[in-house]
């Protein structure tokens, strides 16, 4: 596979809220972002202060992977 095809991808979990999930993710994303990387965010769940975080650390709309909550 070329480095143009290649679509790396990490997934965060835990075993329960208050982990720091959305704290890692958000660091890693801003991370990325400043090294010239292009990120997405993909979330689950009810929480819509989550994915305005992310999306201010990734610069990219946040994506809800969760159908039944997101419609």
């Known amino acids: 596979m070329s480095a143009a095809a290649a679509c790396p991808a990490l997934f ?3 075993p329960a809220s ?3 999930k959305t704290t890692v ?3 890693l994303a801003a991370h ?3 090294q010239g990387r292009r990120v997405r965010v993909f979330k689950t769940g009810p ?4 994915p ?3 999306e201010r650390a990734s ?8 159908l039944w909550m997101g419609g």
Request: aromatic content about 8%; hydrophobic content about 50%.
């Open 12 to 14: 965060i979990a835990a």
């Open 18 to 20: 208050g982990q720091g």
């Open 25 to 27: 993710t958000a660091a």
């Open 32 to 34: 990325h972002r400043g």
């Open 47 to 50: 929480d819509f202060l989550d």
């Open 52 to 54: 305005m975080i992310l």
């Open 59 to 66: 610069a990219a709309p946040v994506y809800q992977l969760d």
